[in-house]
């Protein structure tokens, strides 16, 4: 028995580490530890003996199971890193290839305006900030003079996330307003900010015009002695880079948003050209975004000290902007992945907007 053991030790070691493959390890696994294996076996042999004979022979045999068991996971991880270097060695792929007949992707008209965006506003000083698509009540209303009983809190059709037990609901942001708020805590009220904040928003409406997800872009400036001059120059000279024309006039109209006072919602003037619409002059108007002075709560709430910094704010729909500069009038198809919409409206990965080569170009 004694020389049994060993014998067999030996041998299963031996073939072990001799197993040219994965195939042929798993067959040596069966032939020791598989339900008729050797070691199976004599495991199965140690009911049939003496105690005394058990407290000897026990342990070896566990010994051996170990140490096979042991060889069999060491020779696989070898076979195994062998097997993945040939893969490896074998799967190269030619960088060097013409990529024939394969379509390139296109820049989706959303992310073009976006980049169109960040590259007016950086020209005037403005840096990119972002929030998070989930947000708490407080950040996307109360602390942009919302508070719980405000009306205007039902009027954005808001997406409720479920509550966690004890904790008021998360919502989906109806709207960009609270990255204001976010802007103002990162800069710790004490510099002055100047932000855009491009990005997702949500409300539960649906047409031609709205669609659940949409894009909005926020702007936000506060400093000391900020006043509605520095708005109507900011958004006009925005508008002009944008639209890429120098006749664009622009309409300031009286309106209400909790979150600014006075508040102006802002017209773009158009002229028709064979009866169509096309931005610049004052034929007709068009509204395109909503602004106003930072209101003190706002100000508070972010961190600031409403008597030494005053600021500006303006809101806009950044899939109605693709709408007017590029022609399309179907929101919904923006969302729609439609390849032959994508191809048609699609930028090209190489057309980034730069000041110099005009932003649309
Ligand atoms: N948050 C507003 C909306 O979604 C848009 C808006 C209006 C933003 C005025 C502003 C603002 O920053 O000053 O309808």
Request: with cysteine; net charge negative; charged share 25%.
């Amino acid at each position: 028995m004694v020389h049994d053991l060993d014998q067999l030790k030996t041998d299963l070691l031996g073939s072990i580490d001799a197993a040219a493959g994965l195939d042929a390890l798993e067959v040596l696994r069966v032939h020791a530890l598989g339900k008729a294996g050797a070691i199976t076996g004599l495991l199965k042999t140690l009911g049939g003996m003496s105690p005394e004979e058990r407290q000897t022979e026990g342990p070896r045999i566990h010994a051996l199971r170990e140490a096979v068991t042991e060889a069999l996971a060491r020779r696989k991880a070898v076979l195994e890193r062998k097997a993945m270097d040939a893969k490896l060695a074998s799967e190269t792929l030619d960088m060097t290839l013409p990529a024939d007949g394969i379509a390139p992707g296109s820049v989706h008209p959303v992310s073009q305006v976006m980049d169109e965006l960040a590259e007016i506003f950086a020209d005037l000083g403005f840096a990119v900030a972002t929030g998070p698509e989930i947000e708490t009540q407080w950040y996307n209303f109360s602390a942009l003079n919302m508070p719980e009983t405000h009306p205007a809190r039902a009027m954005h059709d808001t997406f409720y996330l479920q509550a966690a037990e004890g904790e008021e609901a998360h919502v989906l942001r109806t709207h960009t307003s609270p990255v204001q708020i976010r802007a103002m805590h990162a800069a710790g009220g004490q510099q002055p900010v100047r932000i855009i904040a491009p990005g997702r928003t949500y409300r539960s409406d649906s047409d031609a015009t709205h669609t659940p997800m949409f894009h909005q872009v926020e702007g936000l400036v506060i400093d000391k002695g900020i006043t509605l001059g520095h708005l109507k120059w900011t958004l006009e000279t925005f508008l002009k880079a944008f639209f890429e024309r120098d006749d664009i006039v622009l309409r300031l109209r009286p309106s209400y948003f909790p979150f600014t006072e006075p508040s102006a919602e802002v017209d773009v003037g158009y002229s028709l050209v064979n009866g169509k619409r096309v931005i610049g002059g004052s034929e007709g108007w068009m509204e395109v975004l909503g602004s106003g002075m930072v209101h003190r709560t706002v100000i508070e709430a972010g961190g600031y000290d409403p008597n030494e910094w005053q600021g500006f704010a303006f809101g806009c729909g950044i899939d109605r902007l693709a709408m007017l500069k590029y022609g399309m009038d179907d929101l919904r198809a923006f969302f729609d992945g439609d390849v032959r919409w994508l191809r048609h409206y699609g930028f090209s990965a190489l057309d980034v907007p730069t000041l110099s080569g005009g932003v649309g170009a």
